[in-house]
């Protein structure tokens, strides 16, 4: 790790240098490999300000602590930065979750937990249901599905004699399928 340290207006002492290594080095337990780090100490008129920037492989990370002692500014800079890198922390541990989770539902993948019988097996069917298939127009099966809280009926059409189908569509609109001759 490189720390490059700047003091502005003011002398640079040893022990503030130490400081702010021992409060970086710290940091750095918790966040991870910091590559670099640059603070930029700023001494003006009543304020000291601590400008802190770190760079944590492709991550770049930067606070700011403003406080009348210089002590004070560099340890609400790291405060800051370390709230910072725990909630960028928390983002890309919730993004590989979510990415596993869309890698193991993909149908290829899913193909791979299934023993060799089940691969070839045909899908089974599961429920059936009979229907009574009443002849009557169009308009009266229409009419008859609007008060039924099925999808679909199946009826005979009263003009053709054939099977046909009317359904709810997703635009709430009525469909209907009617068989070639």
Request: proline share 2%; charged share 35%; hydrophobic share 35%.
């Amino acid at each position: 790790m490189h720390i490059l340290i700047t003091s502005r207006h003011e002398v640079l002492t040893e022990a503030l240098k130490e400081y702010i290594e021992k409060k970086i080095y710290h940091l750095e337990k918790y966040i991870g490999k910091i590559t670099e780090a640059r603070v930029i100490l700023n001494f003006e008129k009543k304020s000291h300000i601590c400008e802190l920037t770190l760079l944590i492989g492709k991550m770049q990370l930067s606070s700011r602590g403003i406080s009348r002692d210089m002590y004070q500014s560099i340890d609400a800079s790291i405060q800051r930065l370390g709230r910072q890198a725990s909630k960028q922390k928390k983002r890309v541990v919730k993004k590989r979750r979510e990415n596993q989770n869309i890698k193991k539902f993909k149908m290829d993948d899913s193909k791979a937990f299934l023993s060799d019988d089940e691969k070839l097996s045909k899908p089974k069917i599961i429920r059936s249901t009979q229907y009574s298939v009443k002849p009557m127009t169009v308009e009266e099966a229409v009419a008859q599905l609007v008060v039924s809280d099925s999808d679909f009926l199946i009826f005979q059409n009263a003009e053709t004699e054939k099977p046909n189908v009317v359904y709810r569509r997703k635009d709430k609109n009525i469909g209907w399928i009617e068989p070639e001759s």
